[in-house]
C-alpha cells in the first residue's frame, strides 16, 4: 500500500476523527478554564479514568464480536459488595473474599454467554435480565444500605488502588491497570490469532463458523472476560473510596457503550478499536470533567454528554458514507 | 478416480422427509452440476456433506473410504469445502485475513488463539495466491473484502479453497445477484478449478450456466435424485421438464403446433 494511501486511510479511520474531536476538547475547556489542566484536575480525571476504561476494553471485544453486555454496571456493584460482606461480616480472609467475588464474576458472564449462544436469545434482553437480578442481588444482600467504610491497607488494596506522586500529580495504581490491559487488549484484537476470530464472528458469523471457528465458546470467554473486568472495576473503585454501595456503577452500562462507540467501534460488530476506546474513554471522562469546570449547571450536564455523543455518531457515520462511496 | 460418493442419505426434519435415499458419486477433475427446484433438498444434501448436520441413514465415503462428518471442521479436514455466496467471508477483514480465517499461521503456536499472527507470512502467501489465481493485478492482500465486488468476493471464496487443496468444492449458488461479466468471470475460474484438478459440485438455478461448465448433470425433486446425466447427452428443455417434472417438450410441440 502506498503511503500517500495508508495516510489517508488513517485519517478517515473512526479512532483518528474521533482523537481529533478529543484534542479540540481538551483544548477547548483548557482555554475556557485554567484549572483544567491543573496537576490536581488531571489527577482527578486519571482517578476515575481507569475504572470505566477497563469495563469498555472488554465491552470493545464484545462488540467487535456483535455481542453486547448491558449487566457491568450491576456487577460492578455486586461483587465489591459480596467481597466486603464476607470480609466484615463472615470473617473471610480478603484474599480468599476476592476469589470468590471473581468466580461470581465469571458465574455470571458463562450465564450471559451460555445463554445468548446456546439458547440463541439476543444479548440485549438476556443481559439486560441480568442487570436486574445483579442489582436486585446487589440491593437485597445489604438492605439497600452501604457497608461500613473498610480501610485496610494491605497488599490487595495497594496492587488495585494503591497511589503514587509524580511531581505534584497523583496518580492510582489503578492506572496502570488500564494501560496494562489496553496494551493487552490491542494485542488480542490486532495481532493475536483470537482477535481474528473475534473480528470475524462480529463480521459475519456463518462465515467464522463455517471456517471452523469456535464463535460460540469464544462469545462464551468475552461476555466472562467483560464480566471479570466489570468486577475488577469495581474493586478498584470500591478500595480507593474504601466503601462498598449496593448502588454504585448504576448507568455504567450506557456510558460505557457510549465510550466504545465513540471511539470507533461499530455497534452491529466486526469492526472494533481498542486505541477509539481509549480515546473514547478519555473523551467521555474529560467532557463529564470539563463541562462541570466551565460552569454548565449539574442537571445540566447529560443534555451536553448527549449531545457530544450524538455529534460524534453523526461524525462517524458521515465518515463512514464518504469512505464507502470513494 | 472417484473423489465423494454419498449411498442412500436419508434426512428428516420432523415429518418432513428432506432426503430420501439420495445417492451420488462425484469424479476427480469434473463438475457436476446439482439442479432442482426450491425445496427440492439440493442445500440440505450439501448440508449433510458440509458437516451442518449429520444424516439419519446412509454412507459418505472419501476416495473410497467410509467417513462420518460430524462438524464443518470434520469435512475441511477430509477436503471437502463449501462455499455461500453471503456466507463465506467476514467483509470487515481483508482479503489476507479472510484466506486464511480459522487455519491462521502463528508464531509461538503454544500460546494457542493467544498466539501472534504471523503477518508477513499471512500477506505473503495471501499475495502468491492471488498471483496463482490471476486477480493479483487489482487486488490488494490488504483490502478489506467489503471493498469487493460479488464476483470478486467469489473468486477469493473459491480461491481459498483451492489453496488448501480442497478435494470436493461445493458452491452454492456462485452467480447469483452477480452481474452479466462478472458471472462469466466466476464461471471460467470454475473451469479453472476443474482444471486444477479439483471436483466442483455446482448447485445452481440457473440452467444456462450449468451447460456452459458442467460435465454432468444431476437433478432433484422431492429429496430424491431423479435424474442424473452427461451434459453431452441432453439439452436445456429436457433438464427444465425433469426439474418441474412436467413434459417442456411436449408443451412446446403443443403451443407450436397452435
Known amino acids: 500500500m502506498p503511503v500517500g494511501k495508508r495516510r489517508s486511510s488513517l485519517i478517515r479511520s473512526p479512532q483518528f476523527s474521533s482523537f481529533i474531536i478529543l484534542v479540540v476538547l481538551l483544548a477547548v475547556f483548557a482555554v475556557a478554564d485554567a484549572n483544567f489542566l491543573s496537576p490536581l484536575n488531571i489527577s482527578n480525571m486519571m482517578a476515575f479514568l481507569p475504572e470505566l476504561g477497563i469495563i469498555a476494553l472488554g465491552m470493545t471485544l464484545l462488540l467487535t464480536a456483535g455481542e453486547f453486555d448491558l449487566s457491568v454496571g450491576a456487577v460492578f456493584g455486586l461483587a465489591p459488595v459480596v467481597v466486603m460482606l464476607l470480609v466484615q461480616n463472615g470473617g473471610v480472609d480478603i484474599g480468599v473474599a476476592l476469589m470468590a467475588?471473581?468466580?461470581?464474576?465469571?458465574?455470571?458472564?458463562?450465564?450471559?454467554?451460555?445463554?445468548?449462544?446456546?439458547?440463541?436469545?439476543?444479548?440485549?434482553?438476556?443481559?439486560?435480565?441480568?442487570?436486574?437480578?445483579?442489582?436486585?442481588?446487589?440491593?437485597?444482600?445489604?438492605?439497600?444500605?452501604?457497608?461500613?467504610?473498610?480501610?485496610?491497607?494491605?497488599?490487595?488494596?495497594?496492587?488495585?488502588?494503591?497511589?503514587?506522586?509524580?511531581?505534584?500529580?497523583?496518580?492510582?495504581?489503578?492506572?496502570?491497570?488500564?494501560?496494562?490491559?489496553?496494551?493487552?487488549?490491542?494485542?488480542?484484537?490486532?495481532?493475536?490469532?483470537?482477535?481474528?476470530?473475534?473480528?470475524?464472528?462480529?463480521?459475519?458469523?456463518n462465515a467464522a463458523v463455517a471456517r471452523g471457528v469456535p464463535a460460540d465458546a469464544v462469545k462464551i470467554w468475552l461476555f466472562i472476560a467483560t464480566s471479570v473486568l466489570a468486577g475488577l472495576a469495581g474493586m478498584i473503585s470500591a478500595f480507593r473510596i474504601s466503601a462498598a454501595s449496593p448502588v454504585a456503577g448504576t448507568g455504567y452500562e450506557l456510558e460505557v457503550i457510549a465510550m466504545v462507540v465513540v471511539g470507533g467501534t461499530a455497534l452491529t460488530g466486526g469492526r472494533g478499536t481498542i486505541l477509539g476506546t481509549i480515546v473514547g474513554a478519555l473523551m467521555l471522562r474529560a467532557i463529564r470533567n470539563g463541562i462541570v469546570l466551565v460552569g454548565v449547571p449539574g442537571l445540566a450536564y447529560n443534555i451536553f454528554v448527549g449531545l457530544i455523543i450524538l455529534a460524534m455518531l453523526i461524525l462517524h457515520a458521515l465518515l463512514q458514507k464518504n469512505a464507502a462511496r470513494s | 478416480m472417484e473423489v465423494l460418493?454419498?449411498?442412500?442419505?436419508?434426512?428428516s426434519f420432523g415429518s418432513v422427509r428432506a432426503l430420501k435415499n439420495a445417492s451420488l458419486t462425484l469424479?476427480?477433475?469434473?463438475?457436476?452440476?446439482?439442479?432442482?427446484?426450491?425445496?427440492?433438498?439440493?442445500?440440505?444434501?450439501?448440508?449433510?456433506?458440509?458437516?451442518?448436520?449429520?444424516?439419519?441413514?446412509?454412507?459418505?465415503?472419501?476416495?473410497?473410504?467410509?467417513?462420518?462428518?460430524?462438524?464443518?471442521?470434520?469435512?475441511?479436514?477430509?477436503?471437502?469445502?463449501?462455499?455461500?455466496?453471503?456466507?463465506?467471508?467476514?467483509?470487515d477483514l481483508s482479503i489476507?485475513?479472510?484466506?486464511?480465517?480459522?487455519?491462521?499461521p502463528v508464531s509461538f503456536g503454544w500460546l494457542g488463539v493467544f498466539a501472534p499472527l504471523d503477518l508477513a507470512k499471512l500477506r505473503k502467501?495471501?499475495?502468491?495466491?492471488?498471483?496463482?489465481?490471476?486477480?493479483?493485478?487489482?487486488?490488494?492482500?490488504?483490502?478489506?473484502?467489503?471493498?469487493?465486488?460479488?464476483?470478486?468476493?467469489?473468486?477469493?471464496?473459491?480461491?481459498?479453497?483451492?489453496?488448501?487443496?480442497?478435494?470436493?468444492?461445493?458452491?452454492?449458488?456462485?452467480?447469483?445477484?452477480?452481474?452479466?461479466?462478472?458471472?462469466?468471470?466466476?464461471?471460467?475460474?470454475?473451469?479453472?478449478?476443474?482444471?486444477?484438478?479439483?471436483?466442483?459440485?455446482?448447485?445452481?438455478?440457473?440452467?444456462?450456466?450449468?451447460?456452459?461448465?458442467a460435465d454432468r448433470i444431476v437433478v432433484m425433486r422431492r429429496g430424491e435424485i431423479v435424474a442424473e446425466q452427461t451434459v453431452a447427452d441432453t439439452d436445456l428443455l429436457t433438464v427444465e421438464s425433469i426439474i418441474t417434472g412436467a413434459d417442456m417438450s411436449a408443451l412446446l410441440k403443443e403451443a407450436r403446433a397452435k
Not at chain 2, 489476507?96 to 491462521?104: S, W
Request: proline share 2%.
Open chain 2, 96 to 104: 489476507a485475513r479472510n484466506l486464511f480465517l480459522g487455519r491462521e
Open chain 2, 27 to 91: 469424479r476427480e477433475g469434473e463438475v457436476v452440476a446439482l439442479l432442482g427446484d426450491n425445496g427440492a433438498g439440493k442445500s440440505t444434501l450439501i448440508k449433510a456433506i458440509s458437516g451442518v448436520f449429520p444424516v439419519d441413514r446412509g454412507d459418505i465415503f472419501v476416495r473410497g473410504e467410509k467417513v462420518s462428518i460430524r462438524s464443518t471442521r470434520d469435512a475441511m479436514d477430509l477436503g471437502i469445502e463449501t462455499i455461500h455466496q453471503d456466507t463465506s467471508l467476514a467483509p
Open chain 1, 101 to 205: 467475588g471473581l468466580v461470581l464474576c465469571i458465574a455470571i458472564g458463562a450465564i450471559n454467554g451460555l445463554i445468548v449462544t446456546k439458547i440463541g436469545i439476543s444479548s440485549f434482553l438476556v443481559t439486560l435480565s441480568m442487570l436486574l437480578v445483579v442489582r436486585g442481588a446487589a440491593l437485597y444482600i445489604t438492605q439497600g444500605f452501604p457497608l461500613k467504610s473498610w480501610d485496610q491497607p494491605g497488599f490487595f488494596v495497594t496492587l488495585l488502588a494503591g497511589s503514587f506522586n509524580i511531581g505534584s500529580f497523583r496518580f492510582y495504581t489503578s492506572l496502570w491497570w488500564f494501560i496494562g490491559l489496553s496494551l493487552f487488549a490491542i494485542y488480542i484484537l490486532r495481532y493475536a490469532k483470537l482477535g481474528n476470530w473475534i473480528s470475524a464472528i462480529g463480521s459475519n458469523r
Open chain 2, 125 to 213: 502467501a495471501a499475495s502468491e495466491l492471488l498471483k496463482r489465481v490471476g486477480i493479483s493485478k487489482k487486488l490488494d492482500a490488504d483490502a478489506l473484502v467489503s471493498t469487493l465486488s460479488g464476483g470478486e468476493r467469489q473468486s477469493i471464496a473459491i480461491s481459498r479453497a483451492m489453496q488448501f487443496a480442497a478435494k470436493v468444492i461445493i458452491l452454492d449458488e456462485p452467480t447469483n445477484n452477480l452481474g452479466v461479466e462478472e458471472t462469466h468471470g466466476v464461471l471460467r475460474f470454475v473451469k479453472e478449478v476443474r482444471d486444477a484438478g479439483h471436483s466442483v459440485l455446482l448447485i445452481t438455478h440457473n440452467i444456462h450456466h450449468v451447460f456452459q461448465v
Open chain 2, 5 to 11: 460418493r454419498l449411498q442412500n442419505l436419508q434426512k
